[in-house]
């Protein structure tokens, strides 16, 4: 299985805690099954791995919020690890660019103040279009050609 798909569920943790929660992972395994079968869902956990990231929880359907939260409450109450070290669980989730083509690199007319990285999310902020996007990365702001007075800006979004 190469990369991460939808049926993952990341548990973000540091190399030791990681380590120290693989080496029950089949005691893990059932109890989680037997919580997520308590809570009436149809999510079933297949298998749990260590990545560098921290933990890949494998299940058979996709998890919603509500099992999240039940894997969550499980991994923190482990007594295997240190719960400060843990993020929240998240899903897998993808990248995709945005292109803006025609944009002034000179937003105020003087040659000494280029548009950059921080006008634009400055920007993006203002702008409700872009309430539900989150940047993955810093916008990038090119030159179209050496001599001319426009940019293209490009976004890395996160995908949900």
């Known amino acids: 299985m190469k990369g991460l ?3 993952q569920i990341i548990v973000p943790m540091s190399g030791n805690n990681s380590n120290s929660f693989m080496k029950s992972s089949f005691t893990h395994v059932s109890n989680l099954n037997r919580l997520l079968r308590n809570a009436k869902t149809e999510v079933a956990v ?19 919020q509500s099992d999240l939260q039940i894997i969550d409450q499980y991994v923190k109450k482990s007594e295997e690890i240190n719960k400060l070290q843990v993020e929240e ?3 897998p989730q993808s990248k995709s660019y945005l292109k803006i083509t025609g944009i002034p690199y000179f937003p105020n007319g003087r040659i000494q103040e280029h548009l950059n990285a921080s006008d634009v999310e400055m920007i993006l902020k203002q702008n409700q279009i872009f309430d539900d996007i989150k940047l993955a990365s810093r916008p990038r702001v090119i030159k179209v050609l050496p001599k001319s007075d426009i940019a293209i800006v490009w976004l890395d979004i996160w995908d949900y």
């Open 5 to 7: 798909f939808r049926k």
């Open 46 to 64: 297949d298998f749990i791995r260590s990545d560098p990231i921290g933990l890949v929880i494998v299940t058979n359907k996709v998890a919603i």
């Open 89 to 91: 669980s998240r899903l």
